[in-house]
Structure formats: C-alpha cells, structure tokens
C-alpha cells in the first residue's frame, strides 16, 4: 500500500514562507498525480495545488496563484509545495494525496486514492 509522508509545517508570520514536503513511499508509477489539499476548522478539505507526472503540468487555486509553487522530485518520490507570502487565511492542515488514475478532476477529494496525515500550518497576523 502507498504511503505518503507530509511534512514542513509550523508556524510561521503573515507574509512569511514555508515549504511543505509529500515522500510517497511503496509507490512505482509512470503516471500519476499528487495534490495538496488543506482543511481548516470547521471548513471543508479544498485543493490547494497539484502536479502531474510524468509530464508535470500544474495547477493552483486561484486563492494560491502567484503566492504557491508546486514542484517535483521524481527521484525521491516526493513533492514540494513553497508557499510565500503567506496570509492568515492559509492557516489550516494541509494534506497531499495521490492520485494513481490521474482523473480530470484534480479539485475533488474522491479522485486521489491515498492520503498523507497532515502537516498543520498556522499564519499569524
């Protein structure tokens, strides 16, 4: 079974940066997708940003667009997600997922087949 390994979260100042990190481990697949989705209290889990492989296509949320970049490293299994110019608005436990069928539908939780536990991110004003 595919395990993923969130982490790189803390606390950190508005309009300070952190950079999130998603190890996949007994994972083998030419073609997949890794999203990172957050969930803030009482609200519903909504994608943040997710990244495509092999061919690396991205995609953010326009809340993220120009704050956010989503990268890959292949050969560690694992993504990144740079988050700068933070806001307090981005508190929330963010968590990546993949997605072994790539399904069109990157924003929809049921498309990923195997969640991360977590990595909580507080922004303070």
């Known amino acids: 079974e595919v395990q993923l390994q969130a982490s790189g979260g803390g606390l950190v100042q508005a309009g300070g940066s952190v950079r999130l990190s998603c190890t996949a481990s007994?994972?083998?697949?030419?073609?997949?997708?890794i999203g990172w989705f957050r969930q803030a209290p009482g609200n519903e889990r909504e994608g943040v940003s997710c990244?495509?492989?092999?061919?690396?296509?991205?995609y953010y949320t326009d809340s993220v667009k120009g704050r956010f970049t989503i990268s890959s490293d292949n050969a560690k299994n694992t993504v990144h997600l740079q988050m700068n110019s933070l806001k307090p608005e981005d508190t929330a436990v963010y968590f990546c997922?993949?997605?072994?069928?790539?399904?069109?539908?990157?924003?929809?939780?049921?498309?990923?087949?195997?969640w991360g536990q977590g990595t909580k991110v507080t922004v303070s004003s």
């Open positions: 997922a993949v997605d072994i069928q790539r399904s069109a539908a990157v924003w929809t939780t049921t498309s990923y087949d195997f």
């Open positions: 007994s994972f083998e697949r030419d073609a997949y997708g």
């Open positions: 990244i495509n492989s092999p061919d690396g296509d991205t």
